[in-house]
């Protein structure tokens, strides 16, 4: 596993911790990247401790966008804020010019690195125009927006849902969407801020549980000066090595606040720093077992340029590691769709975000977006309902059973992974069998989650069951909402369709599809066909098609339903009997429109 | 007016944080009470809640090694 060690010297007051960080790193053997600040810049003391350090440890140098409060910053634009991304434009570019002069005078290079926790497109422009020597930025923190909104008191306004959990090429239009080719990168190597535990930052606040042994005590999940937890996150990481040609990739960054008396922490401030160094010591000893390689990040952008192709798909097998759930969720990424696979869920996507689209999107006081940068989400089962509550669902996938009356929704058929394999053009998630039990009979289910780039995701089942029902009829299903948010955003222009199969004329001449069309209406109305070669949805606002197919070359029957106000979504069905044993295959193929 | 109410720095409300939510609660006269919620409580109070918080964590305290994660 490749790691990278973040520090952000920053105030003069907090010299001694910064030194105290540099410390605990140097201790255990691992060589950091000092991410300077505005403060630290005019600190004739930390620019020497941090110059000392390269040329003794070989540290890296670079530029932090954050704490651009301090007076240089006032003077140029006429105020301070906490974070680049806050201001206009035209401040962008004056700060990120005064900041390149000003590393170059102290430190007598060129920054190679720099850090935000939000770099959209037009600001990472910016910084390729004027600071043309940065190879790689932390440039996003994964799934940071809606539930951190809530939980620093709806005062965090970083929205950055939906990028790419580990270090990615940034598209041009969309710092947060996985590049598709060279023409499509930015041209800097991208990481995440903090490595993020990718079930409870799913489930809920990012900043709770991440890389970042602060922030875990922050969530409480630990105790007293003991936080196995920060050790487990680590090794989970590891374990990816195996679905990604050996490759993993883990940073932490910790910044000084953190180690002083903190607003979001119950606790002493020595206990953050025994927690730290824990962290790097354990890092230390598995760098020393030749299990981890400390990299700066300019080297590891060398190193990524090298050996990771631009549309390179990533897997992350995720399992829940603090409250001993043993819940498995599966997340894959490529240049076309970001999904999640819930295996909780009987395999129902609970997050897919359709890169296939390619929205352009960039933040700031004059973008039309302000200070949301995520990319949207066709499905967001926490911010949408997601598993019927107390109405109906919301948006996800799921297959339904119907036999004798009775409905079974495999929603509510918990399972785990089996097993997860990658080859160079398909991914497949097999999931452990689910028993049930539907109108006095007892199933077993098999789910197989095979995904493709391109943005096709094929679902197989298999049914197997005793006595002496013939057949039972399946539904496969997607509940789509076009969002960025938890609050529903208008249905302007989606469009739903069933396509009916090809017609042949008598002269065996192909027709057009025959195809019958809704305009989304918020009037709960459907369309039905029998015999369907699919069911499609249009979102004009993630510049997407969706289509499910039948793809086991059987006659499914298609229904696509519009919603109204209290359940905005338009769902896409397939339903068709199936046999004991016979296995069931259908298609969601996502497309740009 | 007194000027007796002063924020209490590392001391979030035990309800809000229950929600996922971070609220500085203010102190006065030994208690300490919240802006966002109706919570309030003396400190012994305010750390007894934060342990029941601990307890759903039920891993918090497990090491699990790395041979094991496969069949986590
Ligand atoms: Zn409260």
Redesign the pocket.
Known sequence: MILNILHRPDSPERAHLFELEQQYAHENGIRTTILLTPEALHDRDQVATALRHQSEFGDELGLSFHGLTHESIVDLVGYGQEALWLFSLDQKRAIVSALASRFREVIGTDPLSVASYHLDSSTMAIVRELMPSVVAAVAGCFEEGVRVFHGCNHSWYLFNEGMPWGPWYPSKSHTLRPARDEDDWCGIVAVPHLMRDMVLSYEGRNDFWASHPPNVMRGMGYEGEDCPYDRNLIDLFRWQEQFNDGYSYYNSFVSTAWLAEHHAIDDRPEVAQSLYRQQLEYLGKLKKEDSVNDMTMSEFATWFRSERRIGSSELYFAKELLYGSRKHYVWYLDPDQRLLIDATQSGSIGDLRPYTGAVPVATGPESEQLAVGSYPFLVQSQHRTGMQNHFQDGSRTTAILHCGGLELDLGTCPTRVGAVTRKADVTVATLEPVTASLAGTQLSITTAIEIRSGGRTRFRRTISWEGTIAEISLTERIKCAPGTTEYPERMDGVRGAIMKSIETTTDGDELAPAESSLDYGYRGRSLEAESVSAVRGEFPSVNTAVELAPADGQMWRGLVEEGHLYSPYLTLSLTRLISRDQESAVCLQLSSL | MSAAVEPVARMR?P??FSREID?LLLHRAGRYY?V??S?QGDVNEVRAAYARIREKYKNRTTRIPFEQIESL
Do not use: L, N
Request: proline share 0%; glycine share 0%.
């Open positions: 409300c309800v809000c609220v919240c966002k919620c919570y």
